[in-house]
């Protein structure tokens, strides 16, 4: 019961909206960093204190206009530079609408071509996520594009979309690097597969194609069965990464195997969307606010 008016309220204005976001950053608070750069950096070095690498992400999708962009390209060039002057053991991974794609396809290309350029300059990989079914293919042009002078950037790729094991092909075939996802946007049943069921048997068959291509990839999953078949093909050219603030026990049983894990990080005042994915995907999360709503 509390559950349901929890994900009621996610959905409606049954709250006061000051109050709501106030108690959401009170459990967000498990899967983000906080506001600024420096408690990203903050968490990151914990996470290699703790035996893993560490992705940073400044959070924000579907910049409207060019002010937007620019500032998020600034903040991740600034965001590169403090993660060299710390010490920091990792890299970070950026959004394509928060680079302009939502604004128009050469605005991205421009910038995510100065982030990887930035990225090359301080020995750093550099990661670009993947959002709805919409942004697919210019992502993946995009990557491909910058990856020619590039080589050390990566790609999300979504497990839940029909078109992915072609994608992947495409993208092994160049030489790119993959991060295989199950995928967290809600898509029609022409792009996507209606049930976990098939997500995960599109995962596992991914998975087995990125482990025979020589490639690096990372399994980005917090579903054990899934990590447990990626652990047992012995592939020596991946990483497993996970959400900050999710399956911890599981990171470090990987760790303690000596296979390399990194931490996605993320941090910023656009906490918000990403957080109520976050809560929607487990009823525990939604446990979480439910209590922070009585207790208020």
């Known amino acids: 019961m509390m559950c349901t008016m929890t994900a009621q309220a996610l959905h409606s204005h049954s709250y006061d909206s000051t109050l709501m976001e106030r108690l959401l950053f009170r459990v967000a608070k498990k899967w983000v960093a906080g506001y600024s750069a420096g408690e990203a950096i903050g ?11 560490a992705i940073l992400n400044f959070l924000g999708e579907d910049a409207a206009d060019r002010t937007q962009v620019g500032l998020a390209v600034r903040e991740y060039l600034s965001l590169m530079e403090l993660m060299r002057a710390r010490g920091v053991r990792g890299c970070v991974s950026t959004k394509p609408t928060q680079l302009g794609l939502a604004v128009d ?43 020619k002078d590039h080589p050390m950037t990566g790609v999300a790729i979504q497990a839940y979309l029909r078109r992915s094991g072609a994608d992947v092909l495409h993208i092994i075939e160049h030489g790119g690097k993959v991060r295989l996802v199950k995928g ?17 048997r599109n995962y596992s068959r991914l998975l087995k194609m990125l482990a025979e291509s020589g490639n690096f990839f990372a399994v980005a999953t917090h579903d054990g069965r899934l990590v447990d078949e990626a ?35 993320p941090y910023g005042s656009q906490w918000l969307p ?22 208020s």
């Not at 968490?43 to 690498?53: E, K, T, V, Y």
């Not at 301080?122 to 210019?138: K, N, P, V, Y």
């Not at 990403?274 to 207790?295: G, H, P």
Request: charge should be negative; glycine fraction near 4%.
């Open 105 to 147: 396809y050469d605005t991205c290309l421009q910038n995510f071509s100065v982030l990887a350029k930035k990225a090359k300059e301080l020995g750093q990989f550099l990661w670009i996520d993947m959002e709805s079914a919409r942004f697919t293919e210019d992502t993946i042009t995009i990557y491909l594009e910058v990856l």
């Open 43 to 53: 968490a990151a070095l914990d996470a290699n204190r703790r035996g893993m690498s």
């Open 184 to 200: 967290a946007y809600h898509e029609p049943e022409e792009h996507a597969f209606a049930t976990g069921e098939e997500v995960d």
């Open 231 to 265: 652990v047992n093909l012995r592939a020596n050219n991946c990483e497993f990464q996970m959400l900050m603030g999710i399956r911890d026990e599981l990171k470090s049983q990987l760790v303690a195997r000596g296979l390399p894990v990194a931490e996605y990080i």
């Open 274 to 295: 990403y957080s109520v994915r976050r809560i929607r995907e487990r009823k525990r999360n939604l446990l979480l606010l439910a209590r922070s709503l009585v207790q």
